[in-house]
């Protein structure tokens, strides 16, 4: 049997040789394509130092090629080395193409070789971190670069944030945290997979001040059945307080209460305390609740003005005898005010004080309808303030009447007679000046008040009776003249006597010399031979002072 066998196989080996096609036993199956392997289509990274073995990494169309040997090449033996049998070594850092050939046909794929990665093996973070941070709310802290790499020359120091509680504290890409609520949250650093870690507790910004507006601190007046919402009314301080609720209570609930939401009801007449209260701070504010307003109608004075004789220590002045309200029940109350408070100021009860001699409006308004008011004209009376006041001396017929006399000496306040206001009187000769030959001549002098004043009286204070002269008073003036330009002169009075006054040796000052009211700047005072004392070549004056006195006419 064994035999047989044999024989039969050696017969069917003939039998199937002597069949066969020479031809195709010698035909060559060419290589159409060759395709990379996914691994090595999208491009490979590699290390310096690395390897990979490439070989089998292509797939050969078709698959009956008769030649399928591989073949490598890089395009950069300084960056990637590739050898016969398809290991891919990684040399230097750069960019190389690795060519794989079978049967003619080539496929490419890029090698990127990197230097060789140091990794991370710790890293720490700082004592002003690692104890603890605590921030208030609202406040941010920069943690970016705080760490300490090891080793220092690591590949990858990209750090990366994270908080356990990011509703207590955020933290950016960048690293900055920022403190969002009261609690604590832990802060983690990552650096190549190493991580470090800090506790992070945030308080509460309290409360330093609460300011209300002035509207409120000045005191509220309410009526009863009123309501007013004061929510939000106040400042806190500082602005980025955490809590700033506002809380509110009455001291006197039977008054008026206030509720949670800050609104106000007026119950009864009376007063109480409102406190505003945030975070343990307290503001707090007075409340006046009356009864219905009852509006003044018509507000009227008995005399259209008052004169009010002026002292130096100021005098005052009552309105309210002389003021008609009505009607008499009102609950609405009276506002005051001055036209010149520099002459006179009034108070909020209606007391008015002199401040000098003047007019000035006082207007009495209804408090809530300043259309319903009433004038009175505050006249005060007495010397005018004479600083800056000039006085000058002259002659109608002479172009001039020269004189050594100081232009202020009448209005310097020295009552001892050191410094005085002198003129040669008519037919005498006195100082360089020579009347005599012109007895019949006028003098005169002009006081500049330096602005129009309404004037009706002057005084004249005399030398001091000690002294030779005493006798060379002034008696009279023939004539008062006004002017607003000091050019062109009005009369104002004419033979002004006061010659009972200034005759008396005794009375060295005369009382106040009345004259028609005027309103002018400069005064013109004129003067003849009978004007003066008997003796004497010249007429003195110490202190000459101009003012207004009451008018019985009840200007």
């Not at 096609?21 to 060559?28: F, G, I, L, P, R």
């Not at 080793?151 to 990011?166: D, F, K, Q």
Request: aromatic content about 6%.
């Amino acid at each position: 049997m064994k035999k047989i066998s044999i024989f039969l196989f050696a017969a069917a080996t003939l039998l199937g040789a002597g069949c066969e096609d020479s031809s195709d036993a010698d035909k060559v199956i060419p290589v159409s394509a060759i395709a990379l392997d996914a691994s090595l289509s999208g491009g490979v990274s590699m290390e310096v130092g690395q390897t990979m073995n490439i070989a089998g990494k292509v797939t050969v169309l078709p698959e009956d090629a008769t030649d399928k040997t591989e073949s490598y090449e890089s395009s950069d033996t300084k960056i990637v080395t590739v050898d016969e049998s398809g290991v891919v070594k990684a040399v230097d850092p750069g960019l190389a193409m690795v060519t794989i050939s079978v049967g003619g046909k080539h496929s490419h794929f890029e090698v990127k070789v990197e230097a060789k990665k140091i990794p991370v093996e710790t890293i720490t973070l700082p004592d002003e971190l690692t104890d603890g941070v605590t921030l208030k709310v609202g406040e941010k802290l920069d943690i970016a670069g705080k760490v300490t790499i090891t080793p220092g020359n690591a590949t990858n120091t990209e750090e990366s944030y994270e908080s356990s509680v990011p509703m207590i504290a955020s933290v950016s890409d960048e690293g900055i945290v920022t403190a969002i609520a009261v609690g604590e949250t832990t802060i983690t650093v990552t650096v190549d997979g190493k991580s470090a870690r800090f506790s992070l507790t945030v308080e509460k910004v309290a409360v330093e001040t609460v300011t209300l507006p002035e509207e409120l601190t000045k005191g509220v007046t309410m009526i009863i059945g009123e309501v007013l919402n004061i929510a939000g009314k106040a400042t806190i301080a500082p602005e980025n307080a955490t809590n700033k609720a506002e809380s509110y209570d009455s001291s006197k609930p039977e008054v008026a209460t206030v509720s949670d939401t800050g609104e106000i009801k007026a119950l009864s007449e009376g007063k109480t305390t409102i406190t505003v209260e945030v975070d343990g701070v307290k503001a707090s504010f007075e409340l006046n609740v009356e009864k219905e307003t009852v509006v003044i109608t018509s507000i009227a004075f008995t005399n259209a003005s008052e004169e009010v004789e002026f002292k130096e220590s100021g005098s005052e002045l009552n309105l309210a005898p002389l003021m008609t309200i009505l009607p008499a029940d009102h609950t609405e109350g009276v506002v005051f005010a001055s036209s010149d408070t520099s002459v006179a100021t009034v108070d909020e009860n209606g007391k008015v004080t002199c401040l000098k001699v003047g007019e000035a409006t006082i207007t009495a308004s209804a408090r809530n309808h300043a259309a319903v008011k009433g004038e009175v004209k505050v006249i005060v009376c007495g010397d005018y303030d004479r600083t800056g006041w000039e006085i000058s001396a002259t002659s109608h017929k002479l172009p001039t009447t020269p004189t050594n006399n100081s232009q202020t000496a009448a209005f310097d306040g020295d009552a001892n007679g050191k410094s005085n206001f002198g003129q040669t009187r008519p037919g005498k000769m006195s100082g360089g000046v020579d009347l005599r030959s012109q007895p019949d001549i006028q003098i005169w002098f002009v006081v500049d008040m330096q602005s129009a004043r309404k004037v009706n009286c002057f005084r004249i204070r005399h030398i001091s009776t000690t002294q030779p002269d005493f006798g060379t008073r002034w008696l009279k003036f023939v004539e008062i003249l006004g002017s607003n330009d000091g050019e062109n002169f009005t009369p104002i009075a004419a033979d002004v006597n006061f010659e009972s006054q200034s005759a008396v040796l005794a009375n060295q000052e005369t009382d106040n010399v009345r004259i028609p009211m005027s309103e002018y700047r400069y005064l013109k005072f004129v003067s003849d031979k009978n004007c003066f004392n008997p003796t004497g070549n010249t007429a003195q004056i110490n202190e000459l002072y101009l003012g207004r006195e009451k008018e019985n006419t009840g200007e």
